[in-house]
């Protein structure tokens, strides 16, 4: 599985509201998708293909209970590939993470998340952006 590299993406992404994300998966919006997984096989396959615990750790049973939702960003050139998965619980973004937990370097990003948390009235609990390359 190819992985994203989102440090020096150009910005292809939209914000799609949340229900025609569920009713129309895979849904492409403008420029971009982002979309929750449609079965466990897909949590798994996220938290593999980006390293970290997505698809462990209990996510699929806290999915299953309603107890959070994962969402994936992906970017409309290379939809295959993951670039950012983001966990949102409780009415906030509790955690957003890319390869290796690796936190996102790309300032465009950042404002796509911002604005999808303002459009779903959600706050930020996460680290979502940092200026400082690792």
Not at 73 to 101: M, V
């Amino acid at each position: 599985m190819e992985i994203n590299s989102y440090k020096d993406t150009k910005p292809t992404w939209d914000i799609l509201p949340f229900d025609e994300v569920i009713d129309q998966i895979p849904r492409r919006g403008k420029d971009g998708l982002k979309h929750n997984p449609r079965n466990a096989y897909e949590i798994i396959d996220e938290g593999r293909g980006l390293d970290h615990c997505v698809g462990r750790a209990g996510y699929i049973e806290s999915m299953a209970a309603n107890m959070c939702t994962i969402l994936f960003l992906r970017d409309n050139e290379n939809l295959s590939a993951p670039l950012i998965t983001i966990e949102e619980k409780q009415g906030s973004i509790k955690q957003c993470y890319g390869y290796r937990d690796s936190i996102n370097h790309n300032i465009q990003i950042r404002d796509f998340i911002i604005e999808y948390a303002k459009r779903r009235e959600l706050s930020i609990d996460a680290e979502i952006y940092s200026s400082k390359s690792t």
